[in-house]
């Protein structure tokens, strides 16, 4: 297995004065040459504002803009490129669905069904748009592997549910929730679902149509594009049924002192200037993960999480939370070592170069459901390699001896 970290120039970084071994790509994942040079060009060559001059620069930017809007439709295999919305990042798109889909369409006993597992980005806004509408929260639980439990999510189900909000791939566990399965029990009762795929996007091959998603969000800066640039998809009957999130310029039709009429789709909900470098840095990572093979992703990623959460392990006094087969997770092992805070473990860590998160990582109904307050977090992507591993394995080891020591002591 070859590393292709020479093509992300902050992996030549060292951390207190060690090789940098980055492991939070859950959190963020780097970015390559080819997405920085995609934004480089943009700002050097064609920087003008979209959709509103005839001039050269503004058309080339407009047809660069446009054209990542068809790579999005693609990598999805959506069906319509209208259907294919610019938001800020997946907290964003489901903000939209939360208040504008959700906000016109909930009513007073409605029930909005979770899981414990959500990401806060994919819950708080489901709260809040309850307490705006009268509606319910009602939670599936999930199986020991972490995934949703269908059987239960089946008998939560009634004619009062309106939406199912659910994470494709857990940030926190790694596993992979069958969206098929639940979109159509969901769809037996008439419900609308929503799919957080803030970490599958950069993992798994997508096909919406195949998942018959209603509504699918993702983030560009997880997937090796940009920070500040995510997708909405959603059904054209479901946008087009929707408010506007915003209102603005761009997303007019024509505007008098008392009445503004709007656009179509994408346009209606992509108000102002949008993020132009964005979505370009973030066709060029489509391009660039395209080009990498999710075949040849998915097989190396299984390798890395297979000897990491073998050897991890063999640590005395380590718990690794999720799936025992390595092969029912994605990317992620978040684990804990007894007697040891994950931010201090995070912290010695770091000291050896190895970079993971620690935290309850925007899933506290999570932790709390795994009785835990916080655990470490590694996550992989395709520029880490055996050594990365091997690196993490001697990292902790080394850790639970310091803390050994220093308890000794005291």
Partial sequence: ???NREEFPILQEKINGQPMVYLD???TSQKPKAVLESLKAYYEQDNANVHRGLYTLSMRATDAYEAARDKVKGFLNAAERETILFTRGTTESLNWVAQ??????LQPGDEIVLTYAEHHSNLVPWQIVAKQTGAKLRYADLTEKGQVDLVKLAELLNEKTKIVAINHVSNVLGTVNPIQEVTALAHEVGAVVVVDGAQAAPHIPLDVQALDADFYAFSGHKMLGPTGIGVLYGKRELLEEMPPAQYGGEMIEAVGLYESTFQPLPELFEAGTPNIAGAIGLGAAIDYLQDYGFDRLQKEMGTLIEAAQK?????EGLTIYGPTNPAERVGV???NLTGVH???????????????RAGH???QPLMQYLDV?????ASFYLYNDMEDVQRLIAAVQAAKEFFNDDNSRT
Avoid: N, W
Wanted: proline share 2%; aromatic share 6%; hydrophobic share 35%.
């Fill in 1 to 3: 297995m070859k590393s």
């Fill in 25 to 27: 790509s859950a959190a």
């Fill in 100 to 105: 504008s889909y959700g906000g016109s369409h």
């Fill in 311 to 315: 050897g991890l392990s063999k640590i």
């Fill in 333 to 335: 092992l978040s684990f």
């Fill in 342 to 356: 994950p931010h201090d473990l995070s912290t010695v860590l770091d000291q050896y170069g190895v970079e993971v």
């Fill in 361 to 363: 990582h925007c899933a």
């Fill in 373 to 377: 307050s916080a655990t470490v977090r």
